[in-house]
């Protein structure tokens, strides 16, 4: 059976000052963050705010197109930009449900000369073959999780994904008159 789990806004917001807490209790002090674009950007900017970091960037990764669904191997479609020599860096996504994200994407900040580069997520699910640095939540049995930042582009998906052949542009239409988005 397919799994879901939501998160409201609050949910999310304790769930990264409970990481926050866990990578300062570490002893950890990262110069800078990266966030691995789209999942990582909200709980990326909420830790630079906790834990007091500035220099916020982004990687792009690609690895899961609709709704639970792999697309192959986890790439990475837009690269960093900047200079990390020397620099402690925190990447930070969502969750590592394989890993292959999370890994690519530290191992890709390590080539950009970073000095130490440690991984942080949200929620670590048990299939991941990567272990995360940091994470505030642990998933045993896997679900789907919807985090409150991407609501509608998941439940369209999920509709798609369980009306095979369903014509997702007019999926989107009809939540956007429900929702009066
Ligand atoms: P991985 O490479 O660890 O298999 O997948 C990581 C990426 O896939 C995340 O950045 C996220 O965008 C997406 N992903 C994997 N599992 C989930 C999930 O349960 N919920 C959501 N919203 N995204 C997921």
Request: hydrophobic share 45%; aromatic share 10%; net charge neutral.
């Amino acid at each position: 059976m397919f799994k879901c789990v939501q998160y409201s806004w609050d949910d999310v917001y304790k769930l990264c000052k409970e990481l926050a807490r866990k990578i300062k209790n570490s002893g950890f002090k990262p110069d800078a963050i990266v966030a691995v674009a789209r999942g990582g950007w909200v709980p990326a900017r909420i830790l630079a705010d906790f834990l007091l970091i500035r220099e916020l960037y982004s990687v792009k990764a690609e690895h899961w197109g609709i709704v639970a669904t792999v697309t192959g191997k986890a790439r990475i479609t837009q690269p960093l930009m900047v200079d990390l020599t020397g620099k402690s860096v925190l990447v930070v996504d969502d969750v590592a449900d394989t890993g292959e994200t999370v890994e690519i994407v530290a191992q890709h900040v390590r080539e950009k000369n970073a000095k130490e580069v440690r991984t942080a997520v949200i929620d670590f699910k048990h299939t991941s073959k990567f272990v995360p640095d940091y994470y505030a939540r642990e998933m045993e049995k896997w679900a789907w999780i919807v985090y409150p930042w991407s609501i509608y582009e998941d439940v369209k998906d999920l509709i798609v994904k369980l009306n095979e052949g369903g014509n997702a542009e007019e999926i989107a239409r009809k939540l956007e008159e429900k929702f009066n988005l």
